[in-house]
């Protein structure tokens, strides 16, 4: 056998694990979720294919069209939100003042908790008469609205929680800060820039990889969401916190039809690549790599 | 911290501190209003003002979250800690496995599949989880061994390594010098061997990284526990937890409090016990591969 035959027979035993769970777990479901797109499919009676009458039936839905606008209303609050406060916190959290260390474990944590105790939590938080944010808007004279049982407000409530648990995005961004070269700061104060320019001119090109791969796991994270609208709101009130995920978990297995929620299946899949080839087209523009 | 690092000074200190009060102020509130409620009984919670400091202090709403005839948290306990030991194990094995080829081994083609690995990290789950059902119920009808209503599609993938984990530990392997392997090698030592006795032993804080992560992933899965459990003696703690909530809805936010309470802990002690595998595992995912 010659060296390189080897050398792959080699390769591919230590990959197997890989490439057979690949092939059942990712694979085979993929391709199986678009045979099953084109099918009338209940579980309890074979696959039936129906060509686009799924996708078609999806055009005309008008819940489909309402969990994709609040999908996307709720990341439009969510995702910036999130990572511009990130960020603040990330620079705010780089200052080498003594103590920060409890600082950064107070701001990493809430991303620990688990999203079924921060749902509880943050049901108690957001209820309108007795909870905690009302009462904190209510000593600077704000009267708080119904953030879970309001229409207009639950998408806010909500990103307010997503916000909470940033500390994730927040460690990349540190570590992303650590690894700026110091002369670059030095150097820029010796050209007499301030702390705002020496921010906008170092800082944040030297972070934009940094930032660019923050935004791109916002983007999947963000149309997954399923667990808090689930355990909070149930979609409510009145479908306003209905998202994409929850809708294509109901349609599977609640009204059993996998054909339609494969068909919303391959429809998120291909957003998320269009969202993250969108990002990556517009990161030329924007993004900064040292070196290249 | 650096010494020769300059250290912000006068009015830029006072205004740092204030901004870091503030906003460590707004992360850990919550919290406090969580243990404060946990610890109140039912018309306090309902007190407007409300009051920080409970009393009586109710201790005794966390026995009585234990003993509620319709929440079993032992059996969820070990029901969650289960998967997440065949989880964790399956993880770790395999992924250090398939890491090891990736980061050790040269041959033909493994750009591209390092490649195309790390591409299904961008698939969504909700996609595969209308197949996965269907699989796993076909083997169940095909093979006589049950998997839904069981907890094998919930740890038996494990088995088979995860992106997220062959990419972590392969950033970790390339980094051990080359020497070591080519030493052994003309010793007479296997590639199996190489990966056993040298690279592993190594590697133990990547390792840890991913039990650790690996294991906070199964903690907190709600969704697939949802999918593919059936019987309430099969419940995890996320789902326990659910049913527990949805019975108690609304009513008692002093119980649901504790209970949540119970569910968050053992995260938050498991942070202090490892604080440094976390924080360097999550910045190395951060870091351009």
Redesign the interface.
């Known amino acids: 056998m010659s060296r390189?035959a080897k050398?792959?027979l080699?390769?591919?035993?230590?990959?197997s694990?890989?490439l057979?769970?690949?092939a059942?777990?990712?694979l085979?479901?993929?391709a199986?979720?678009l045979y099953?797109s084109f099918c009338n499919y209940s579980?309890v009676q074979s696959p039936l294919f129906c060509g686009w009458d799924n996708y078609r039936q999806l055009m005309h839905d008008d819940v489909f069209w309402l969990v994709l606008r609040n999908t996307f209303l709720y990341a439009a609050m969510a995702l910036p939100g999130g990572l511009i406060f990130a960020l603040l916190?990330a620079l705010?959290?780089n200052?080498?003042?003594p103590g920060?260390s409890?600082?950064r474990?107070?701001?990493?944590?809430?991303s620990?908790?688990?999203?079924?105790?921060s749902?509880?939590?943050?049901?108690?938080?957001l209820n309108q008469?007795?909870g905690?944010v009302n009462?904190?808007l209510g000593t600077i004279g704000i009267h708080g609205p119904g953030w879970l049982t309001d229409t207009r407000w639950v998408l806010p409530g909500l990103a307010l929680m997503s916000i909470?648990a940033c500390g994730?995005t927040v460690?990349?961004?540190?570590?992303?800060l650590q690894d700026v070269p110091?002369e670059l700061y030095e150097a820029a104060e010796l050209d007499g820039a301030g702390p705002l320019r020496r921010l906008w001119h170092v800082t944040l090109p030297m972070l934009s990889?940094?930032i660019f791969?923050?935004l791109v796991i916002a983007i999947?994270g963000v149309?997954?969401v399923?667990?808090a609208p689930y355990?909070m709101t149930q979609g409510g009130p009145n479908r306003a916190s209905y998202f994409f995920?929850y809708y294509?978990?109901d349609s599977?297995?609640t009204y059993l039809r996998?054909g339609y929620?494969?068909a919303m299946?391959?429809i998120?899949?291909l957003i998320?690549?269009a969202m993250?080839g969108l990002a990556f087209w517009s990161s030329k523009k924007w993004v900064y790599?040292q070196g290249k | 911290?650096e010494k020769s690092?300059?250290?912000?000074r006068g009015a830029g200190?006072i205004l740092?501190?204030a901004?870091?009060l503030l906003?460590?102020g707004?992360?850990?509130?919550?919290?406090l209003?969580?243990i404060s409620?946990s610890l109140k009984t039912v018309p306090q919670?309902?007190e407007?003002?409300?009051r920080w400091i409970p009393n009586p202090v109710m201790l005794k709403n966390f026995s009585d979250v234990l003993r509620n005839p319709r929440a079993n948290f032992a059996l969820w306990t070990r029901n969650t800690l289960i998967i997440a030991a065949l989880t964790v194990t399956g993880v770790t094995f395999?992924s250090s496995?398939?890491a090891?080829?990736?980061a050790r081994?040269?041959?033909?083609?493994?750009g591209f599949?390092f490649g195309?690995?790390l591409s299904?990290m961008?698939?969504?789950?909700?996609?595969?989880?209308?197949?996965?059902?269907?699989?796993f119920?076909w083997l169940g009808d095909h093979t006589g061994i049950q998997w839904l209503g069981t907890f094998r599609p919930l740890w038996v993938?494990a088995?088979?390594?995860s992106?997220f984990s062959?990419f972590m530990l392969r950033q970790f392997f390339v980094t051990i010098p080359d020497e070591l392997s080519e030493a052994a090698r003309i010793d007479g030592c296997s590639?199996w061997g190489i990966?056993w006795h040298i690279i592993m032993p190594l590697s133990r804080p990547a390792l840890s990284v991913v039990a650790l992560f690996t294991f906070?992933y199964v903690?907190?899965d709600?969704?697939g526990p949802l999918?593919y459990l059936q019987r309430a003696s099969q419940f995890t703690?996320?789902l326990g937890?659910?049913s527990f909530?949805s019975q108690n809805g609304?009513t008692s936010?002093n119980l649901?409090?504790a209970?949540?309470?119970l569910?968050?802990a053992p995260?938050?002690l498991l942070?202090f016990l490892a604080?440094r595998t976390?924080?360097q595992g999550?910045?190395t995912?951060?870091?351009?591969g």
Do not use: C, H
């Open positions: 390189d050398n792959l080699k390769g591919l035993a230590f990959l694990p890989w057979v769970g690949f059942a777990f990712t085979i479901p993929i199986l979720s099953y579980l916190l705010l959290l200052q080498k003042v920060q409890i600082f474990t107070v701001v990493f944590i809430p620990l908790v688990p999203t079924i105790a749902a509880a939590l943050w049901l108690w938080l008469k007795l905690l009462l904190v909470w994730n460690v990349i961004y540190l570590a992303g110091r990889p940094v791969f923050n999947i149309l997954q399923f667990d355990l995920t294509l978990y599977g297995f996998m929620a494969s299946g391959w998120q899949l998320v690549l993250t790599y | 911290m690092v300059k250290r912000v200190v740092t501190y901004a870091l906003a460590g707004l992360m850990v509130l919550p919290f209003w969580l409620t919670t309902m407007y003002p409300p395999s496995i398939v090891y080829g990736f081994l040269k041959f033909p083609g493994r599949l195309l690995m299904t961008m698939i969504p789950f909700p996609v595969l989880m209308v197949p996965l059902y269907t699989i119920r993938p088995w088979f390594g992106a062959i590639e990966y906070m903690w907190r709600f969704l999918v703690l996320t937890l659910q909530q609304g936010w649901l409090m209970a949540s309470l569910v968050i995260v938050i942070f604080q976390f924080i999550i910045a995912t951060g870091m351009k």
